[in-house]
């Protein structure tokens, strides 16, 4: 766990900072959140402000990462440097004073060129530890300090500090975005569905012959449900060399497999689009160009023109409100719970 900035201390209690950094044998929860998201890579620089005793750093920086960090206790003479990811995990629990942790997320915001990535203990983490009630946290029997959040309360903060709008990324832990290709690439990955590539059925000499490669641009459309524009698969050069055009490769793709398949892959994908663009229009809808390079392809490829897909958009948020619409639709469906004025569902079942 990372130590504080420095804060105003209790007479009450004599709190030592450096004690609330802990060793880990693994990358922290927040550090995951960024690798698992591909924000950090050896292509990006990361910064971690409150970095402990540097167990991230020393990690990332065996996987080629351009890590530095400091922290009060343990780096307190490193340089703040700004980066493009900015990891603040788990400072805020250890600050005793609401203004310094107001203030620890301005100063890590500042050093963000691209996304800042907060994570603090919940309030169930409480339960494990006993100690003497201070402020609104307590003093372990360590002799550190806790604070616990719950969700809302985290973000509140961190909306409040920055006068902006952070988003839950996992249970304690919130990005925010400097980057707004970044930021919409991010809101429409959370309304994307999981799917799998089909199986071939029979294959045929051309398909195994070239498998790795037509594996390669399968995996491809399943995650965008349109085939790689310029650039965008690596194998792209080798498999127009050995088959022809990217579009001919997908025709031995669906021969083999069966294009009922792919086409209910890409329905899905335009399915996601729309609901990501209906959701955006609750608060402020991105212009194409704010869209990264992969999502403005992703609008082209499956609807023709933003313009199109804003429209679609627009006919399935309006439809929202019909109440007759949605009660037929719930009415009979095998899974959920329907009552005279609602329709449980559990997250399980969402894509269904």
């Not at 020393?58 to 990811?85: F, Q, T």
């Not at 991010?186 to 045929?204: E, N, T």
């Not at 310029?230 to 021969?255: D, H, M, W, Y």
């Not at 609750?282 to 199109?308: N, V």
């Amino acid at each position: 766990m990372a130590t504080s900035p420095s804060t105003s201390r209790s007479k009450k209690a004599r709190v030592d900072p450096k004690r609330t950094a802990i060793r880990r044998i693994d990358f922290s929860r927040t550090v995951k959140v960024g690798l698992e998201e591909g924000w950090i890579t050896e292509e990006a620089s990361f910064f971690d402000y409150g970095c402990g005793h540097g167990d991230d750093l020393r990690r990332l920086e065996a996987m080629g990462v351009e890590a530095s960090g400091w922290d009060p206790g343990h780096r307190p003479d490193a340089p703040k440097k700004k980066a493009d990811v900015v990891n603040l995990g788990f400072v805020l629990n250890v600050i005793e004073e609401d203004k310094d942790r107001r203030k620890a997320i301005q100063e890590a915001w500042k050093l963000a060129n691209k996304v800042l990535i907060v994570g603090a203990r919940l309030n169930h983490d409480r339960k494990r530890l006993k100690g003497v009630e201070l402020e609104d946290g307590l003093v372990t029997r360590k002799g550190t300090f806790q604070k616990f959040f719950d969700q809302t309360e985290l973000r509140g903060l961190i909306d409040q500090a920055l006068e902006g709008e952070s988003l839950a990324a996992a249970p304690g832990i919130f990005v925010v975005f400097r980057d707004e290709a970044m930021r919409q690439t991010f809101l429409a990955k959370r309304q994307r569905r999981v799917a799998a590539a089909p199986k071939p059925r029979i294959s045929d000499i051309l398909f195994e012959e070239h498998k790795p490669l037509l594996e390669a641009l399968m995996s491809f459309f399943t995650e965008r449900g349109r085939l790689p524009g310029p650039g965008e698969l690596e194998e792209a050069p080798a498999i127009e060399e050995a088959i022809g055009t990217l579009k001919q490769a997908f025709a031995v793709v669906r021969r083999v497999t069966g294009k009922e398949e792919w086409a209910a892959i890409a329905e899905n994908r335009r399915q996601d689009l729309l609901v990501y663009l209906a959701i955006a229009r609750l608060s402020k809808r991105p212009r194409l160009g704010e869209l990264s390079h992969e999502m403005q392809l992703d609008i082209r490829a499956l609807f023709g023109t933003h313009k199109k897909a804003c429209e679609q958009a627009d006919e399935l948020l309006f439809a929202a409100g019909n109440q007759e619409k949605v009660h037929d639709l719930t009415a009979n469906k095998p899974f959920g719970k329907t009552t005279p004025d609602a329709f449980y569902v559990h997250i399980s079942a969402l894509s269904s």
